[in-house]
């Protein structure tokens, strides 16, 4: 047996799995007893891109639709909440059905005509969508301009205040628990099959019963839905929120993420944007190597997407 | 009633005539092949049949309904299913993923049922599991269940590409060239399979084949096409005596 194939059967291997899972869970619940503000504000960066890369991974890695504008569906769950608190003083957490609601309605609106037609026009139609967003974000009132939104006030939980980095790091790990929990129930279920028979060959799909465009839509919905909420925590553990954190360059790094980990093997995803989150701090305070830290990273995923297109992580079975 | 009736069905590309004019019946309980040179408008017909392509005109109807301006997808949940010409699976899932496929045409769980689980989802998950191992045995590759369907050889490809068809209990199961690209042995196991999927399952065969010696084997009736019309239409005996096929088949050099 060569190297490659022991590797991925023993990570096949449901004990190994459920025990690692288990270890690893562990291991990030108890991080924070032994860390101060500053690491678990660095893998609090890293829940919070895993959170984007597991939604966008339903979009692109299990459907195989190419969404280039990622970063307008968690600007617009973030303003949705950081709109209503601030301006209509809700509570946070009433804010979650709005958010999910113009998730939706929005995600239909661009989804229902285009993806009807080729492919490639739903890259153009999502980096498009994804710049009117951010434009009219700069520009409306409500928003607040090109300041945005500042000082979104902090929810509470069962009575204790979000207040400290810890329990922002706590919220988030269960929340990638929970889209961990999503993503793997949609990949074994007959709608996450007809996901990937999608990807894999859309007319043989097709073929076989699948209402391909009905399908797609769906994908692209709760994708949308994924990261309108991922957007609505961002914005009230961040407190504030502008038009700059969500510009094209965070869709292209959510994207790459995805890629990077291997499209559509959660594992991966999860990976991938944990190394995406990290790798730029490990490189921080080494001189001349942080320095060109990003050339350096550019590099690496030109390598990967060459070498290995399917991801990094190793591809299942025979 | 024929189970699939085809009436003046006419196929155009940018004024090609890929099918002209073509009439013709398949009999609910049959084994009827549609061969034909190479472009003579087999794979157009499928399509057509199948949603795939859009008529220019004429009717299609199964079972009485109207085939013509419906999705592909409805066409399937209708009982017809097809396999392609150059073998279509799903090639980064597993042959059991790929026969899966075949089961979801009748049945239903969606989004709900894939995120909450409940009771009736799994009951199905469950059915589509046993259904698609069936198929599998059925077929006779049950130690290819966990391949990944592009490390499969071609002839398993094509096995696993029937399973899929099969486990979507087609009434109406249209096979395009199912023999290309096999070798002896593998063609006469498909002769066989292809009279029990008849006797065995019930299902109505439809076939499309290049090769005139292996259709004679097991067709009730046979349709030759060529330029998109027909040429000749009955019992295989009289078919291949016709001087118009004989033609065709020679006149092409195929
Ligand atoms: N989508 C298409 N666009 C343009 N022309 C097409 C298309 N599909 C088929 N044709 C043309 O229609 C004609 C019939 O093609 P078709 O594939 O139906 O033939 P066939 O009998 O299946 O041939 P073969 O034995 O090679 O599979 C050919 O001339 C082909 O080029
Ligand atoms: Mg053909």
Redesign the pocket.
């Known amino acids: 047996m060569k190297l490659r194939d022991r590797i991925s059967s023993w990570l096949e291997s449901k004990f190994i799995q459920a025990a690692a899972s288990a270890a690893l869970l562990a291991f990030m619940a108890l991080l924070p007893l032994f860390t101060d503000n500053y690491y678990q504000n660095i893998v609090w960066n890293a829940f919070f891109y895993m959170l984007l890369a597991l939604g966008l991974n339903i979009i692109v890695g299990y459907c195989g639709l190419c969404d280039l504008g990622y970063a307008s569906k968690f600007a617009i769950g973030a303003y949705t909440t950081g709109i209503l608190i601030k301006t209509y003083h809700w509570n946070f957490w009433a804010t979650l059905p709005v958010s999910i609601i113009i998730s939706i309605v929005s995600s239909v609106i661009i989804g229902l005509p285009t993806l009807k037609l080729r492919s490639d026009y739903l890259a153009i139609v999502t980096l498009g969508f994804a710049e009117i967003v951010r434009i009219t974000a700069r520009n409306l009132k409500i928003t607040g301009a090109a300041t945005g939104l500042i000082a979104i006030p902090r929810p509470t939980f069962f009575g204790i205040r979000l207040v400290k980095i810890t329990h922002w790091y706590y919220v988030f790990l269960i929340l990638v628990v929970i889209y961990i929990i999503i993503s793997f129930r949609i990949r074994n279920s007959r709608f996450g099959r007809a996901l990937a028979y999608i990807r894999e060959d859309e007319d043989a799909a097709e073929a076989m019963g699948v209402n391909t465009s009905l399908y797609k839509l769906y994908a692209y919905v709760l994708g949308a839905v994924l990261g309108g909420v991922t957007g609505s925590f961002y914005a009230v553990k961040m407190t504030s929120i502008s038009p700059g954190s969500f510009d094209f360059n965070q869709s292209v790094n959510v994207l790459l993420a995805v890629i990077l980990g291997g499209m559509g093997k959660v594992p991966g995803v999860v990976l991938g944007a944990a190394f995406f989150a990290l790798f730029p701090e490990f490189f921080r305070d080494i001189p001349v190597i942080g320095d060109m830290r990003m050339l350096f990273f550019g590099l690496l995923l030109i390598a990967v997407i060459i070498a290995k297109p399917q991801g990094l992580w190793p591809e299942r079975n025979k | 009633m024929a189970l699939m009736h085809v009436e003046n069905l006419k196929?155009h590309?940018?004024g090609?005539a890929?099918?002209d004019n073509l009439s013709f019946d398949v009999q609910e309980g049959s084994i009827t092949s549609l061969i034909?040179?190479?472009?003579?408008?087999?794979?157009?017909?499928f399509?057509c049949m199948t949603g795939f392509?859009k008529a220019t005109s004429g009717e299609i109807a199964f079972m009485g309904t109207s085939l013509i301006n419906i999705k592909p997808y409805k066409i399937t949940e209708m009982g017809i299913i097809r396999t392609f010409?150059n073998v279509r699976l799903f090639k980064n899932l597993t042959v059991l993923e790929n026969v899966m496929s075949g089961a979801h045409s009748n049945t239903k769980q969606s989004v709900f049922g894939a995120l909450l689980r409940p009771a009736a989802q799994r009951r199905e998950e469950k059915e589509i599991l046993e259904r698609a191992e069936h198929y599998i045995d059925y077929i006779g590759i049950s130690d290819k269940k966990g391949y990944l369907a592009k490390n499969l050889s071609y002839g398993d490809q094509r096995r696993t590409e029937w399973a899929r068809a099969l486990a979507a209990n087609p009434k109406l199961l249209l096979l395009?060239?199912p023999a290309a690209g096999l070798n002896h042995d593998e063609k006469e196991k498909l002769l066989e399979l292809i009279s029990q999927f008849r006797d065995e399952l019930g299902i109505t065969v439809f076939i499309?084949e290049?090769d005139i010696d292996l259709v004679m084997k097991i067709s009730e009736k046979v349709i030759v096409?060529n330029f998109?019309k027909k040429i000749a239409e009955g019992v295989p005996e009289a078919v291949r005596k016709d001087p118009l096929v004989i033609e065709a088949y020679l006149g092409r050099d195929s």
């Open positions: 196929m590309f940018s090609i890929a099918v034909g040179p190479n472009g003579a408008g087999k794979t157009s017909v399509n392509y010409q395009d060239e499309i290049h096409v998109g």
